[in-house]
């Protein structure tokens, strides 16, 4: 093979691009089954797909010696190289805990709604839902106690710890979808499933595949969720197609998907736990007087961080009249203005405070290099930029 065929080829294996979807290949990967024997340790199996894990027994396994990296030794299986989602029933034994942290959250969710506050989402339109951003924080300060019964539950601690190690870190955000609410498109999630099809294009494909290591993404139900009440919906084993965060804004496998994916009816304490890579959507809400409260999850790993502290802001403000300058002057072209500030700013909008920061009219809000390259466009003063820069940074505080 001569050095330009190589070169090609590499090329072609190191990103993914809109050729790289095929929906044949999507559905024959979906249409795999699995039988009880491969995971031995679930109660059942839904669907040929789907793993079922009756928790009482696992708090019995996970409480001996080796039994607790057994249970993990499996989730780690069905989460990776399985379905890609894993069904806890009865995770909260004991509901006691659901229901004192849903009458918390039932009382942000009002002074929301006294208070005017809209609360924007990625993927539903104003009033079909409640959401409470950050509801981790919130939960904690309102009632501590609440707070300490609830995330003191094993089976929450121990597929997090499964699928990321013992330094994870918890955010969680309550979405209530009222009867009505309609279903939401397919997708992937944090963080390549918040970012537009051009924008996660230009990721290798090694970002793709290594992303969903770093979150696990999971729900908690704060009440009975039948069918009709619209549970998430999910495609088993689409966290293994490597391209799949663009194939999720594809219309054609988004029809796919709304005609043979799963959907589970959960129990009041019932706990789904996914692979962030999974193709799902939230389900319509169909009934009469169902408000679906879901407590969302998503678990972080400790490793998704640089090593040191960076006031990137300050940076941004320092450098800005400079690159304003050499930009005006020609000194830098404009690719050598982005490359500083690629080097400067923050390029990734999260995390965030989204009661501040709502992602409305997109999937993320603007992050701080955005908002440098339109200030230069602009030819904004210094003192403009620098009060949207510092606006932008009391936006993401919590």
Request: aromatic share 8%; hydrophobic share 40%; glycine share 8%.
């Amino acid at each position: 093979m001569d050095a330009d065929t190589l070169s090609m080829l590499r090329t072609g294996e190191s990103w993914f691009g809109p050729r790289s979807c095929r929906l044949d290949e999507l559905r024959d990967l979906a249409a795999r089954r699995v039988e009880p024997a491969d995971y031995p340790l679930a109660a059942r199996i839904e669907h040929g797909r789907v793993p079922v894990y009756d928790c009482a027994a696992l708090c019995r396994l996970a409480g001996e010696a080796d039994g607790r990296r057994l249970v993990m030794a499996e989730w780690i299986a069905v989460l990776s190289r399985g379905p890609g989602i894993v069904v806890l029933k009865r995770a909260f034994g004991d509901t006691g805990p659901v229901d004192r942290a849903s009458e918390v959250f039932e009382r942000i969710i009002a002074r929301q709604r006294e208070s005017g506050a809209v609360s924007g989402d990625h993927f539903a339109k104003a009033g079909a839902n409640d959401r409470i951003w950050n509801a981790l924080e919130k939960l904690c300060l309102e009632d501590p106690e609440v707070f300490a019964r609830y995330y003191a539950n094993d089976m929450v601690a121990l597929i997090s710890e499964a699928w990321l190690g013992p330094a994870y870190q918890v955010t969680s955000q309550v979405n209530v979808v009222n009867p009505g609410g309609a279903a939401q498109a397919p997708h992937r999630d944090y963080h390549l499933g918040f970012q537009s099809a051009e924008t996660v294009a230009a990721y290798p494909v090694h970002v793709h595949l290594f992303s969903p290591m770093l979150t696990l993404q999971g729900a908690v139900a704060h009440c009975d969720m039948p069918l009709d009440s619209g549970p998430t919906l999910y495609m088993p084993f689409t966290q293994s197609y490597g391209p799949g965060y663009l194939a999720a804004q594809d219309p054609a496998i988004c029809a796919w998907f709304e005609a043979e994916r799963v959907q589970l009816p959960l129990e009041k304490g019932d706990a789904v736990f996914f692979n962030p890579a999974l193709l799902h959507a939230a389900g319509s809400n169909r009934s009469a007087d169902i408000r679906r409260m879901a407590n969302l999850l998503q678990v972080s790993s400790a490793y998704g961080r640089p090593m040191e502290t960076v006031n990137r802001p300050r940076m941004a403000e320092a450098l800005y009249p400079v690159l304003r300058r050499l930009d005006d002057s020609g000194a830098l072209d404009a690719e050598a203005v982005g490359r500083v500030i690629a080097a400067s700013a923050e390029g990734y909008a999260f995390p965030t405070n989204l009661d501040r920061d709502p992602p409305i009219g997109g999937l993320a809000p603007d992050s701080q290099q955005a908002l440098m390259r339109r200030a230069l466009a602009e030819h904004w003063e210094q003192d403009r930029f620098a009060g949207a820069l510092r606006d932008r940074v009391d936006r993401m505080l919590s």
